[in-house]
């Protein structure tokens, strides 16, 4: 791993906005859904899964079969691991308010689940339970009535659908569950057809064609933020355990050539040793040559004079997943401006996080954690205003919102306020 | 206005996309001003606003000789309008949380506000200050301690910022105001020049190129969303003044051509009064031109069987803007799923939430109501996920995030768990 000064490095990684070519078949695949619904998603399959798909919707029976092709132990992992995501976005749920006035007006927001929300899940190994997890307990937890996966009827030619895939999302509540993949499923979401009824948003990840048919299909529903390459930076001192440090770098390097994973340390022999370490381990992993690419495209240990620099560099950085691996982390939380999520301490190894502590493993990536959060329960909630104004308080400040429609130029605004003021000013008598 | 049955009608206007040339001009603009900065503000100013501009900052002592050319009837309206804005969105502030586990384990959301904040606001006649307030108290709420107004040099070649801009930014808490318009302001804020540091988020509407530049730079930094035309719909019975009802409508048919106005009414009476009297308050209003091309083109009076018939109508609308004028209005309230703000009542005319009252006025538009909110103190908010795990937890849940990381494919995952159970459970002598 190079290793390099932290006011030398800038990680920055373009969004993938796909080709011409690639957007051009997207636009064309939506089309061709909106126009014929049910018959183009079957045309796709047969296109592009080489599969001739009967009834679109996966049947009860075939996700209680899905049962009996996993293991017990995987069973009780999602189990549990459900349980703490559901308790955890439970934290987060709001609800409706209201603000009673002395003059009796009511002003309030009121806060809603959406009705209806699709998640795309991607076949084959990119089929990750924990994400079926992930993106549709929040949803649950929103309280949203109708949520639908979407899932490929093949991977490789090879029909069928990942049971465990189909477990997790009968855990998270799921039993609405489509065999179609890639852009069409997308178009099917957003606009519907004669068997998949249209959906106010769109999560889950997806290859590059689901990416731009999100993209494509934004305005006509919700979709969440398109995820880049993964990312983790260790802010670790001379207490850390080199071989803890070089194997959670390791566990993000392993996802993509492109997911980047940097120690950020003051101590030269801390790094060193990771150095060694992240060799060391790099040999044993199946995926090495995956991480291998990754540590050296992107990865890098960073040297700082202190920690407070460390917290800068972090800052500035706005990691996915940041470890604070020094003998006191909770002193450094509330200098973190920028990190999707932050692990503390030696026992909070980012693998805690991806599966199983309860918070979401949807994160912010390439620098969004300035602005950005992980994937949580108000994504699925969305909110009205409520004004309901008494007479009292209308006419005591009509004239003023006169006074600011008038200055705008906007005149039919200033009368709709007068007409009420001379009809109920004379029905007061004043 | 043209009457029809509500199952009849239909509301659909395209999303702006803006022409090939615009796009490119935009992008062309947007890259100039990432190359040479301030001096690239400075051409644009000269070449777009016919202003040669010396300072980019407005200065505090312009600021304040802005209040000595405001009427004090604006300004008392301004401040109490501010006073309510800030209380109802005071309500909406959250707080970072923790939830600490048995185990000695802490689970937590870390809320924050985002750093800084940037607010486009228009120049020449489309320069509201009561939009300066809905978009920058919110942010001011959430504690965003950097907020920047940039706002154009001038307008139709007359240079100098509007002082009741000016003076709505103070009051609103804005001090930092750069004079630069258009695309290049957008460009400045995403990706900062000399004299103006990047932002995080811009907000504020803005013209087409405005619009598109928000677009283009999305991504670097974070938007709002992007506004399509304004929208009311009026569901009123029998009971309501149809006086009332004409003069809501058209103050929002005179927003702008493509503006929407809609009654919803189950009372065949209530329909032919409104429309009698929508003709006749058209003929008496400034902007009578555009009102009556929007009641025209895109007003209607929908006739139902009923009210909630009614109600189903306004909620496959999702307008941005709805007035129950019923007798009892709020019995109605939770049925209503989609809609931007919701005014109940005789009194709640819309410019009364437009300027006044409280709630914001920057709302979903176009039928996105299903899914997206007012802007609210969120807006302005990001979370991070916070993760203690106890050695306790670890050792605990270990072997189930193992198995979970594991049945992934990802092997390095298990692994920085592994070497954790490894050590631990031996310094334990487990």
């Known amino acids: 791993m190079k290793v390099m000064p932290a006011s030398e490095f800038s990680l920055k990684r373009e969004v993938e906005y796909g080709s011409p070519e690639q957007n051009e078949a997207v636009q064309r695949i939506i089309e061709e859904v909106r126009q014929d619904g049910d018959a183009a998603l079957r045309r796709f399959a047969q296109q592009f899964d080489g599969v001739n798909v009967g009834d679109l919707r996966v049947s009860s029976a075939e996700i209680e079969a899905a049962y009996q092709q996993v293991d017990e132990d995987f069973l009780t992992a999602i189990r549990e691991a459900s349980v703490n995501i559901r308790r955890f976005h439970e934290k987060q749920m709001r609800t409706s308010w209201m603000?009673?006035?002395?003059?009796?007006?009511?002003?309030?927001?009121?806060?809603?689940?959406?009705?209806?929300?699709g998640l795309y899940v991607p076949g084959g190994k990119a089929a990750y339970p924990s994400s079926v997890l992930m993106n549709a307990i929040p949803a649950q937890v929103a309280g949203v009535p109708e949520i639908v996966m979407v899932t490929p009827p093949a991977t490789a030619g090879v029909e069928g659908i990942d049971p465990h895939i189909l477990v997790a999302a009968a855990e998270a509540g799921v039993k609405e569950i489509y065999r179609v993949g890639g852009a069409q499923a997308v178009a099917a979401l957003a606009y519907g057809t004669e068997s998949i009824p249209a959906a106010d948003k769109i999560v889950g990840p997806g290859n590059i064609y689901v990416a731009l048919a999100k993209r494509y299909v934004f305005g006509a529903v919700d979709i969440d933020s398109i995820a880049g390459p993964s990312e983790i930076?260790?802010?670790?001192?001379?207490?850390?355990?080199?071989?803890?440090?070089?194997?959670?770098?390791?566990?993000?390097?392993?996802?993509?050539?492109?997911?980047?994973?940097?120690?950020?340390?003051?101590?030269?022999?801390?790094?060193?040793?990771?150095?060694?370490?992240?060799?060391?381990?790099?040999?044993?992993?199946?995926?090495?040559?995956?991480?291998?690419?990754?540590?050296?495209?992107?990865?890098?240990?960073?040297?700082?004079?202190?920690?407070?620099?460390?917290?800068?560099?972090?800052?500035?950085?706005?990691?996915?997943?940041?470890?604070?691996?020094?003998?006191?982390?909770?002193?450094?939380?509330?200098?973190?401006?920028?990190?999707?999520?932050?692990?503390?301490g030696p026992y909070s190894s980012e693998p805690v996080g991806d599966y199983f502590a309860g918070p979401n493993h949807v994160l912010p990536t390439n620098g969004t954690a300035r602005f950005s959060s992980p994937l949580n329960v108000d994504d699925f909630l969305k909110k009205s205003s409520v004004i309901y104004y008494s007479k009292e308080a209308l006419l005591r400040d009509g004239e003023k919102i006169m006074t600011l429609a008038r200055h705008e130029g906007l005149e039919a605004h200033a009368r709709a306020i007068e007409i009420r003021l001379e009809k109920e000013g004379n029905r007061n008598g004043q």
Chains 1, 2 share one sequence.
């Not at 006035?101 to 009705?115: A, K, T």
């Open 233 to 344: 930076v260790v802010l670790a001192d001379g207490s850390a355990d080199p071989a803890y440090v070089a194997a959670d770098l390791l566990s993000q390097a392993e996802h993509d050539e492109m997911a980047s994973a940097i120690l950020i340390t003051p101590s030269e022999d801390l790094a060193n040793a990771v150095r060694t370490e992240v060799e060391l381990q790099l040999q044993a992993l199946p995926r090495r040559e995956i991480a291998a690419q990754s540590i050296r495209d992107y990865g890098a240990i960073l040297t700082v004079s202190s920690l407070e620099e460390g917290v800068d560099a972090v800052n500035r950085l706005a990691p996915e997943h940041l470890e604070i691996l020094v003998a006191d982390p909770f002193q450094y939380l509330s200098r973190i401006e920028n990190a999707g999520a932050v692990f503390l």
């Open 99 to 117: 603000d009673l006035q002395g003059d009796g007006s009511i002003l309030g927001q009121v806060i809603r689940p959406l009705r209806r929300v």
